[in-house]
Nanobody
Framework: QVQLVESGGGLVQAGGSLRLSCAAS????????MGWYRQAPGKQRELVAS???????LYADSVKGRFTIATNDFPRTLYLDMKSLKPQASAVYYC????????????????WGQGTKVTASS
């Protein structure tokens, strides 16, 4: 099994920046893709960004140019650098991993963390 622990969420003013981190442990040799999803109250969970073991990335259109996904020693640590945050970015952000390295806006992942809350105040 894989364990995922997110950190870095918090309260920030609109226009500010945050860096989220996700530490993976356990049976991590099976991981070939990692990603960040978010879920706002009353809304479905949606993809923010994902990255494969080969470094290919996919971003939601709403965050392109402002958010950057990256890893350190894939798949041990996953990051999401968020700049120019907007109030609509407020949500619980979840780290997810999966053995199938398929980049898609419409996929789910096999394993999820507990989430970290981001609030961008206007």
């Amino acid at each position: 099994q894989v364990q995922l622990v997110e950190s870095g969420g918090g309260l920030v003013q609109a226009g500010g920046s945050l860096r989220l981190s996700c530490a993976a442990s356990g049976s991590i040799s099976s991981i070939n893709i990692m990603g960040w999803y978010r879920q706002a109250p009353g809304k479905q969970r949606e993809l923010v960004a994902s990255i494969t073991s080969s470094g290919n990335t996919l971003y939601a259109d709403s965050v392109k140019g402002r958010f950057t996904i990256a890893t350190n020693d894939f798949p041990r640590t996953l990051y999401l650098d968020m700049k120019s945050l907007k109030p609509q970015a407020s949500a619980v952000y979840y780290c997810g991993v999966d053995p199938r390295p398929i980049l898609s806006h419409n996929r789910s992942f096999d394993c999820w963390g507990q989430g970290t809350k981001v609030t961008a105040s206007s």
